[in-house]
């Protein structure tokens, strides 16, 4: 509990100071050159763990199968949200679809959307930190009960950025059905997103704005 | 774009994994005795708050960076979409897997 709690005040603390060294204009590359730096120091650390207590290959394997159930499930749920959203707002749906589609990966999302409308790459950059934001919120709270499947709240960030968190209120394997869920998803999204797009030749109009 | 088909920096990630991977194995038969995924485990108990602190900031400062490029009154707007756009796909996507996942396991 008091582990949760600490995820979600440091989050809240960092997120603070972040507004703050924006508003009083500091650049902040060295942190973000050492959040990628901390990234791959637990990656590898969660290598080693995984590797040190895996049992087999069975295990694995059945990690395998839970985790095409997930991207299935999390696919669908962004798709379904997607379209919501475009109901509720009268407005694209495949515009919206698309950002949906992003499932947590927000750089590529954002950069290929700005590509189109800068409107647009910001909303698929922030809707999808939103999402990176909501699973280390969620995530810790979920996980005693709805281990595997909170995982599908991640999306793709349950390969890199959300995994330590998994990795620590978790075990092994729902480490390793994270990771496969999160590198299906991460191998199927510069493929989606395009081929989404492509189906809408028309400049993006929000019919609110 | 072929720069952004793998999340972080290129294949770094994938590679500090496989670094990981080798490591844990070769520690397996090599340090039997040594417990090493505890000694890691509480390395990465540490590590994921600084993570978290970090990613924090970060995420402060680009959204900051973000919504100040958008006027007050599209914010509304804006804010009305990010909500949405966050969690139906969340909800949604929770309530298909606690679906998904128990099919055929028989729970």
């Given at each position: 509990m008091i582990g949760k709690l600490a995820v979600v005040v440091l989050f809240v603390i960092g997120f603070g100071i972040g507004v703050v060294l924006y508003l009083i204009n500091i650049?902040?590359?060295?942190?973000?050159?050492?959040?990628?730096?901390?990234?791959?120091?637990?990656?590898?650390?969660?290598?080693i763990v995984v590797a040190y207590e895996a049992k087999s290959i069975k295990e694995v394997m059945a990690g395998i199968d839970l985790s095409v159930r997930l991207v299935i499930a999390t696919i669908l749920g962004s798709i379904l949200g997607g379209i919501l959203t475009a109901l509720i707002l009268?407005?694209?749906?495949?515009?919206?679809?698309?950002?949906?589609?992003?499932?947590?990966w927000y750089t590529f999302t954002g950069s290929y959307l700005a590509t189109i409308d800068s409107y647009l790459g910001l909303l698929g950059f922030t809707a999808n930190m939103f999402r990176e934001i909501a699973t280390i919120l969620l995530y810790p709270i979920l996980s005693k009960k709805y281990p595997?499947?909170?995982?599908?709240?991640?999306?793709?960030?349950?390969?890199?950025?959300?995994?330590?968190?998994?990795?620590?209120?978790?075990?092994?394997?729902?480490?390793?059905?994270?990771?496969?869920h999160?590198?299906?998803?991460?191998?199927?999204?510069?493929?989606i997103i395009p081929a989404i797009?492509?189906?809408n030749p028309k400049t993006f109009i929000p019919s609110n704005r | 774009m072929c720069g952004m088909l793998f999340r972080g920096d290129g294949s770094i990630i994938y590679l500090a994994l496989l670094v990981g991977l080798l490591v844990g194995l070769l520690s397996k038969f090599r340090f039997r005795r040594m417990n090493i995924s505890r000694i890691v485990n509480r390395f990465v108990i540490v590590t994921v708050f600084i993570l978290v602190l970090l990613i924090g900031i970060v995420a402060g400062y680009t959204i900051m960076a973000r919504l100040s490029i958008i006027g007050i009154q599209a914010l509304l707007i804006l804010v009305t979409e990010l909500a949405l756009l966050t969690v139906l796909p969340i909800v949604i996507g929770f309530c298909l897997s606690l679906l998904i996942t128990r099919i055929g396991r028989g729970k």
């Amino acid at each position: 509990m008091i582990g949760k709690l600490a995820v979600v005040v440091l989050f809240v603390i960092g997120f603070g100071i972040g507004v703050v060294l924006y508003l009083i204009n500091i650049s902040i590359y060295i942190l973000s050159k050492a959040v990628e730096l901390f990234l791959y120091i637990l990656i590898a650390s969660i290598g080693i763990v995984v590797a040190y207590e895996a049992k087999s290959i069975k295990e694995v394997m059945a990690g395998i199968d839970l985790s095409v159930r997930l991207v299935i499930a999390t696919i669908l749920g962004s798709i379904l949200g997607g379209i919501l959203t475009a109901l509720i707002l009268h407005s694209d749906v495949i515009v919206y679809l698309a950002i949906a589609l992003g499932m947590g990966w927000y750089t590529f999302t954002g950069s290929y959307l700005a590509t189109i409308d800068s409107y647009l790459g910001l909303l698929g950059f922030t809707a999808n930190m939103f999402r990176e934001i909501a699973t280390i919120l969620l995530y810790p709270i979920l996980s005693k009960k709805y281990p595997i499947e909170a995982i599908s709240i991640g999306g793709a960030t349950t390969m890199d950025t959300t995994l330590p968190i998994i990795a620590r209120f978790t075990n092994t394997s729902v480490t390793i059905i994270a990771f496969i869920h999160g590198l299906i998803l991460t191998l199927l999204i510069p493929i989606i997103i395009p081929a989404i797009m492509a189906t809408n030749p028309k400049t993006f109009i929000p019919s609110n704005r | 774009m072929c720069g952004m088909l793998f999340r972080g920096d290129g294949s770094i990630i994938y590679l500090a994994l496989l670094v990981g991977l080798l490591v844990g194995l070769l520690s397996k038969f090599r340090f039997r005795r040594m417990n090493i995924s505890r000694i890691v485990n509480r390395f990465v108990i540490v590590t994921v708050f600084i993570l978290v602190l970090l990613i924090g900031i970060v995420a402060g400062y680009t959204i900051m960076a973000r919504l100040s490029i958008i006027g007050i009154q599209a914010l509304l707007i804006l804010v009305t979409e990010l909500a949405l756009l966050t969690v139906l796909p969340i909800v949604i996507g929770f309530c298909l897997s606690l679906l998904i996942t128990r099919i055929g396991r028989g729970k």
